[in-house]
C-alpha cells in the first residue's frame, strides 16, 4: 500500500530596519520585509499573511505594537534598552516562516549648568562663569561636544567648550543661557538656565551756577533722575572735594554749598538704584 506525501517548502522571513539605533526621544524606526521576505519562488505572489510584533518583551513598548502589513513605518518606542522585533510571514500553503532582529532606543546624556556666579547682576561690570562639569554621560558612552548659547546681548555669543568664563551683557533684561551636550551615541540633551541682568543708573548733576564768585559763592546741587528712565533711584552719595562743606551728601538735592577757597573743584555724586547697581 502507498500513501501519496508532499512535504511544502517554507517561505523565507527577512526584513531590515533603516535605522537599527537610535536615541529615545526622537526614534522613528521603519521597517521594510517587501523586498526581502519571498516565497519558494523567490516571489511575493504566494505570501498570505505577514504578521509583526515590535517588541517581544512584556510589556510591549512599542507604538504599534504590532502591524500586519508587509511595511511599517514611524515605531515609536516609550523605553529605552534593546528591543526584538519579529516578523512572521505565512504562505498560501499554511507553511511559515519567522526571522527575529534587534533594535537599540539609547538613552541620552543629561545636561546641567553650573553657574558659580549671581544668577542676578547690575549691567554695569557683570560677569558671569558657567560650565558644563556636572553633565553626565550614560554607562559605556562620554561626552563627545558642547554648545552654548548665551542670549541677547552676550560676549561671546556662543561656545564650544565645557566652560564659558567672563562672560557679559550689554543689555539688560533676563537673559536665557541655553547649553547642549552630546554624547558618542549621538544622542543629546538639553538645558537652560536664566539669568537677570538689571539696568544701571544714570548719576548725572546739575547745579544752580558752575561758576561763582568767592564771597558771595552759593552753589545749588542736584541729581537729574530723568536720565535713569529703566531704573528707580534710591539712594544718593556726594562728595565736595577738596574743602566743600558740607564735605558729603546723601540726598537727591545739597543747597547752600560753600568751598573754603577758591579754585577748581571736584564733584562726584555715585547713584544707587532699588536692585543695588550703581
Not at 509583526?52 to 505594537?65: E, H, Q, R
Request: net charge neutral.
Amino acid at each position: 500500500h502507498q500513501i501519496p506525501l508532499t512535504v511544502k517548502a517554507h517561505p523565507s522571513a527577512d526584513f531590515r530596519i533603516a535605522d537599527s539605533s537610535q536615541c529615545f526621544r526622537s526614534n522613528k524606526f521603519s521597517v521594510n520585509s517587501s523586498n526581502y521576505s519571498n516565497d519558494i519562488l523567490g516571489t511575493r505572489s504566494n505570501i498570505k499573511n505577514t504578521i509583526w510584533d515590535f517588541d517581544l518583551a512584556s510589556p510591549n513598548t512599542a507604538s504599534p505594537s504590532v502591524s500586519y502589513t508587509s511595511d511599517q513605518n514611524n515605531i515609536i518606542y516609550n523605553k529605552i534598552g534593546v528591543k526584538t522585533i519579529r516578523l512572521i510571514i505565512e504562505d498560501k500553503n499554511g507553511c511559515t516562516d519567522t526571522m527575529d532582529r534587534n533594535i537599540h532606543v539609547k538613552e541620552h546624556p543629561i545636561a546641567t549648568i553650573e553657574n558659580s556666579s549671581k544668577s542676578s547682576q547690575c549691567k554695569y561690570l557683570n560677569s558671569f562663569d558657567l560650565n558644563a562639569s556636572k553633565s553626565t554621560a550614560v554607562n559605556n558612552s562620554q561626552l563627545d561636544s558642547f554648545y552654548w548659547s548665551l542670549g541677547s546681548g552676550s560676549s561671546p555669543q556662543n561656545s564650544i567648550n565645557d566652560s564659558v568664563n567672563n562672560l557679559t551683557y550689554s543689555t539688560a533684561g533676563t537673559k536665557t543661557i541655553q547649553l547642549i551636550v552630546k554624547d558618542k551615541n549621538e544622542c543629546s540633551d538639553t538645558t537652560k538656565l536664566n539669568v537677570v541682568i538689571y539696568e544701571s543708573p544714570v548719576a548725572q548733576i546739575t547745579v544752580n551756577t558752575d561758576t561763582q564768585c568767592y564771597k558771595i559763592q552759593n552753589f545749588n546741587f542736584e541729581s537729574d533722575d530723568t536720565k535713569s528712565t529703566n531704573s528707580s533711584i534710591v539712594k544718593y552719595s556726594w562728595r565736595f572735594e577738596p574743602d566743600g562743606n558740607p564735605s558729603t551728601g546723601n540726598s537727591k538735592r545739597v543747597n547752600n554749598l560753600k568751598f573754603a577757597n577758591y579754585g577748581e573743584k571736584n564733584i562726584t555724586l555715585v547713584v544707587r538704584n532699588a536692585a543695588g547697581c550703581i
